[in-house]
């Protein structure tokens, strides 16, 4: 069976490793793309196939709706969800983690999402 | 007393090493980090050197670095190496570069040449965590 395949484009690698690791291990492959511009990149790749795109719309702002409708004018197949915060990321993450291949690999959502809070926590007194 | 070498440690029993591959350019960085993925790493993706920067100092994890030397942002692929020697010494680090020359190749002990081969990664990963296999 095909692996479906996530291209996550999120701008804040805190947020995007555990959610794209989290996304591995219920069964899909992930793309990651930090900014829009690399997920366009992928998006027009000649070799790469993607099912779905999940965008954080929070980070990437007016970037991220442009995005979204660009991304739908290439290809009306390609699910696109856009997110707007970290607990809506992390719930996102679990539900598409449930209809992946394999859910019971996945390790609890909301221990993702302490994991992402922890490290934005960190870094704000590192940076402070 | 000092904690075995991973060499040491059963593969049964190992948490898997992590690469953070830091890449600017995205079609690059996400044929390296699945290729290390399917290898059995745990992969790590930043596309600047401060984003790397950003995640070991907030408590991610890494075992290894492999880096590019010219990327956007305040942290150069160099700095990163720097930054990383002088707070994280365990972490190893590997450096690539499509233009590093001679120069890079001496002034770094792990030194890829762009474009690189896969499996030359790989054996340079391997060797330089000490271990037989990811």
């Known amino acids: ?128 | 007393m000092n904690a075995p070498s991973a060499s040491l440690v059963p593969d049964s029993v190992r948490e898997p090493f992590h690469i953070l591959v830091v890449e600017d350019e995205v079609i690059t960085r996400s044929v390296a980090a699945e290729f290390l993925r399917e290898s059995g790493f745990v992969v790590v993706e930043a596309a600047s050197g401060d984003e790397a920067w950003h995640y070991l100092i907030s408590g991610g994890k890494a075992n290894l670095v492999f880096t590019d030397l010219k990327m956007p942002g305040a942290i150069q692929g160099g700095q990163l190496i720097n930054h990383i020697q002088a707070n994280f010494p365990a972490i190893k680090t590997i450096v690539t570069s499509g233009n590093g020359g001679p120069f890079a190749a001496v002034t770094y002990s792990e030194f890829m040449q762009k474009p690189y081969d896969l499996d030359e990664v790989l054996d340079c990963i391997v060797k330089s965590l000490g271990i037989d296999s990811p």
């Open chain 1, 1 to 128: 069976m095909k692996q479906p395949t996530i291209a996550l484009v999120e701008t804040d690698i805190l947020i995007r490793y555990p959610l794209s690791h989290y996304l591995r291990e219920c069964g899909y492959r992930v793309l990651e793309a930090c900014t829009a511009e690399e997920a366009r990149q992928l998006a027009t790749a000649r070799d790469v196939a993607i099912d779905i795109f999940v965008l954080d719309i929070a980070w990437l702002g007016d970037a991220g709706f442009a995005l979204a409708q660009e991304l739908r004018r290439l290809n009306e197949e390609w699910e696109i969800i856009t997110i707007g915060s970290v607990k809506r990321a992390v719930k996102t993450a679990a539900d598409l983690c449930e209809d992946g291949p394999n859910p019971s690999h996945a390790s609890d959502h909301g221990n993702v999402l302490a994991l992402i809070q922890k490290r934005l926590s960190m870094r704000e007194k590192r940076s402070a």
